[in-house]
Every structure is written in C-alpha cells, then in structure tokens.
C-alpha cells in the first residue's frame, strides 16, 4: 500500500463564553507523508487494521510548532486537545491558558522502538524537546475499536418501572417494567445523566393515559418513549439539534412507535404552533434555555397540564423556578441528584 497524500484541514470554534478563547482542532485528514508507515485513514480496508497513537502535552506556546512536527512524521492528522474545564450547561468552559495542550498524532502499523525514538531525537533537533512535558506516550489501536468501542460505556440502565436498553444489549423486561431501546448516536438522553434519570422518574408520577405529549429538546427521543410506554396517547418531539431529530427517527421505528410520534425538523419551540395544547410537557434541556421559553412553554399547555423541567445546574435552581412560577404554574415536586436538579410543576385548571 502506498503512503497516503492529501492536506490537512483546520476547523475553528468557540468552546468558551469569555471572549477570545477558542480552540484550534486540527482534523484526522491526511498529509503529505514523510513516514512508510502512515497512511490515509479511509484507505484502511481491514477491521483488524493495526494503528499507534502517539501523545505528549504540550505548552501553549509551542502547540503549533510541535504539531507542524508531528504531522511531517506521521504523515496523518494530529488533533489538538486544550486543557478545558467544563463549568456546566449553562456556564460554557473555562480554557487554562497556562496548562499544557495534549496532542496526538497517529500512523499505521505499529511502531518500532527505534522509530519511537526518531520522534524524540527529531523534538530535539528542532529545539522543541523541552516544551514537551514528561514523555510521549503510545499506545496500539484497532480499527474495530474505534467503530465499536464507545458501546461498552453503555449499558442496561433503570429509573422506576422504566428500562433503557442499547439496541446492541439484551433485556428481558419484567412484568411491570417499560423498556425504551435506544441507538442514541450523537444525541443527549440515554439515561445515563442525572438530568434524564430524574425525568424519567418524575414521568411515572404525572403520565396518564392519553396523555398529548411536547418533549422539548427531545434529544434521542427517550422521554418521550417512555411516557408513551406508560400510556400516553402520541408526542411530538422538538430539538435544535440536526442529529438529534434523526436519532429520535430511528428510535421511533426502533421501539414500533412510528404511529404515536412527530418529530418536527430541527428547531425550536415554535414548532408546537398548531400541534397543542399538551397535557404533559418534558423539557429536558439548560436553565438559561427554560426561563427564556417560559412563557411559549405555559401557552402549549392545557389547564392542568404537567410540566417536567431538568437539567437546571444547582446554583440556577431559584431563578429558574421563579421563571416556571411567574407564569402562573404551580409548583409539585423537586427533585435532586448530585448538582442536577429538576421540577414537576403543574397549570392551573
């Protein structure tokens, strides 16, 4: 097989709400190769292919310059990782700007000891070996285990009555268990986070049969399943989010429930316009988003409708119950994991 030849791609974002922080993430794709073992990724036919991973950390600094190396030696792509601190949904990340970047550059093979040590002599021949911080680390990858691997952090998960089963894992439910098979690709609810356990829990107490369902920022669509599962008559399920809609889609067709579900295409609340009112609203998405929403929310709501609202982060807790309340709604329940919180609220009749 020859060596791969191509170019690489830069993609910028923001990945921080303060202004000027952004984070440089340099693609896989593939480069002019200066190194006989590596080559293009998609030229790979094998699900037994044999790739190495090279890591080291990197000051600020010197993260282009050593990237720039990295590439000319492996001759694929090298990614770029900033040293950020996630603050929670509604607060964005926090960059270290003194902290080391971790890079990791990858070639096809494995790698020979006297190749391992052509990177180090070539950091040092380019003045570049004492921006490194400790040594560069390797390890051998599949090409299956990049396909696959992500599955085993998935696993049979249970809120109440309700189980949420990967398609790829076997579950016989109980008699009064309701289980939601879930593919949930790229999108948020597996029942894994705090956020959709409590959800989950909190649709058992208020779900009644018939019940018209909004599940707002539906994500894999894994509420609205379950409230479906419990008795409710149909859901439309509304996300912003592109891989969202098409992973409720397929987890539609996934759990025979085609007929009881609409998923509008990616947007938002206004969406509901003409679909209402509903008897049970989840909302499932950040406090910042919900207050915001609070008054469009309260207006698809039947009186005496249910509202289930989370993943509202700890110290947001009393505005964002204040925003629910000033619209009239009437608080029932609260409920508290670790520095998740989420509310049962209910219009009056």
Not at 26 to 35: K, R
Not at 182 to 198: E, I, N
């Amino acid at each position: 097989m020859a060596p791969a030849r191509g170019r690489i791609a830069v993609a910028t974002r923001r990945i921080s709400e303060e202004p000027g922080a952004e984070c440089r993430v340099i693609s896989l794709a593939s480069l002019s190769a200066t190194w006989p073992l590596a080559y293009d990724l998609a030229m790979t036919q094998h699900a037994d292919a044999i790739w190495t991973e090279m890591s080291l950390k990197v000051r600020p600094d010197a993260v282009e310059a050593v990237a720039d190396l990295l590439q000319q030696v492996t001759g694929t792509g090298v990614t770029i990782e900033p040293p950020i601190e996630a603050l929670g949904p509604d607060e964005g990340y926090l960059l270290d700007s003194e902290a080391a970047y971790t890079l990791r550059g990858y070639v096809y093979g494995a790698v020979e000891p006297s190749r391992r040590a052509n990177v180090r002599r070539r950091l040092r021949s380019s003045g570049l070996v004492s921006v490194v911080e400790g040594s560069i680390a390797w390890r051998v990858l599949r090409e299956i285990d990049w396909a696959t691997a992500w599955k085993d952090h998935y696993h049979i998960e249970h809120a109440g009555r309700i189980v949420i089963r990967p398609e790829w894992r076997e579950y016989t439910p109980k008699a009064n268990e309701v289980m939601v098979s879930l593919d949930p690709g790229m999108a948020f609810g597996t029942g894994q986070h705090p956020t959709t356990r409590m959800c989950l829990l909190a649709v058992q107490d208020v779900v009644q049969p018939g019940d018209h369902v909004l599940d707002l920022g539906a994500g894999s669509g894994v509420l609205a399943f379950a409230a479906i599962g419990l008795g409710a008559k149909d859901a439309l399920l509304i996300d912003t989010e592109e891989q969202a809609v098409a992973a409720s889609i397929a987890n539609a067709r996934l759990n025979g429930m085609e007929d009881q579900v609409e998923v509008t295409p990616a947007g938002s609340i206004e969406l509901a316009e003409g679909k209402g009112p509903f008897d049970l609203v989840l909302a499932n998405i950040i406090a910042r988003i919900i207050i915001a929403l609070m008054p469009d929310i309260e207006k698809q709501m039947k009186p005496g409708a249910a509202l289930i609202t989370s993943g509202i982060i700890g110290e947001r807790e009393e505005d964002t119950r204040a925003a629910i309340e000033a619209t009239g709604l009437v608080f029932e329940k609260r409920l508290e994991e670790g520095d998740w919180r989420a509310f049962v609220h209910r219009k009056p009749r």
